[in-house]
């Protein structure tokens, strides 16, 4: 039981570039999100997902993107990155909305 | 709208004492959680403790308790007999009932001085 599996660890983007964060759960969670973790914010939400197929905006979602194929896997996507989006990145999962959140371990983003 | 408020940037305490790390939170909702996170320097985040607003009684866990006080909006989090393990950024955090947002608080660095 691996428990919320985030990759990469560490990613250096320039300017404009897009790539996506993956993050995984085998606990067969209904609840994953994505946050971002900013010296002195503490976390603020990304996108949310309720099941396989349901997704939504949280706090700050401009310049992101999140599908939910299936109920492990909930991919972030940066559509182009910017050095605003340099940050760690959090994905957490829960068995249902109102429980304790699991995270992953974070990927630690840098945009040049 | 929720918010949750954590005024002590800082704290230090001895080892072997016992903490209070404070969180206050504003909702209008009846119906809400709260719960603490550890995040040690290595950069994860541990849940720690939960309280539900229609919970008689304070949450508790091992060496840690929650001191619900409804009425003040206020949930503090007391860790009793403090270890150098328990350095460390401490999240508050609630959920509405009925929503499916969690919000966070700036956090709280605790040092365990031996």
């Known amino acids: 039981n691996a428990g919320v599996t985030q990759t990469p660890k560490f990613q250096v983007l320039k300017t404009g570039q897009s790539m996506t964060l993956q993050c995984a759960q085998d606990?067969?969670?209904?609840?994953m999100s994505w946050y971002r973790q900013d010296p002195g914010m503490g976390l603020r939400l990304i996108h949310y997902?309720?099941?396989?197929?349901?997704?939504d905006q949280g706090e700050v979602p401009n310049g992101y993107n999140v599908s939910r194929s299936t109920t492990e896997d909930f991919p972030l996507r940066l559509l182009s990155a910017a050095p605003s989006q340099t940050s760690v990145y959090f994905c957490a999962s829960s068995i249902r909305t109102g429980h304790e959140q699991y995270f992953g371990p974070g990927t630690r983003l840098t945009v040049t | 709208a929720q918010k949750i408020t954590q005024t002590q940037p800082g704290m230090f305490v001895q080892e072997k004492e016992a903490v209070t790390l404070d969180c206050t939170y504003d909702?209008?909702?009846?119906?809400?959680?709260l719960f603490w996170y550890k995040q040690p320097s290595s950069g994860e985040m541990i849940f720690l403790i939960y309280?539900?607003?229609?919970?008689?009684q304070n949450a508790t866990e091992g060496r840690y308790s929650l001191n619900f006080q409804k009425a003040r909006k206020s949930a503090n989090l007391v860790i009793s007999a403090s270890q150098l393990g328990d350095s460390a950024m401490y999240f508050c955090a609630m959920t509405r009932s009925g929503t499916y947002k969690y919000i966070f608080g700036t956090g709280t660095r605790l040092n365990v001085l031996a």
């Open positions: 606990m067969n969670h209904e609840y």
């Open positions: 997902s309720v099941g396989a197929g349901i997704t």
């Open positions: 909702t209008s909702d009846p119906s809400y959680g």
């Open positions: 309280q539900g607003s229609y919970d008689q």
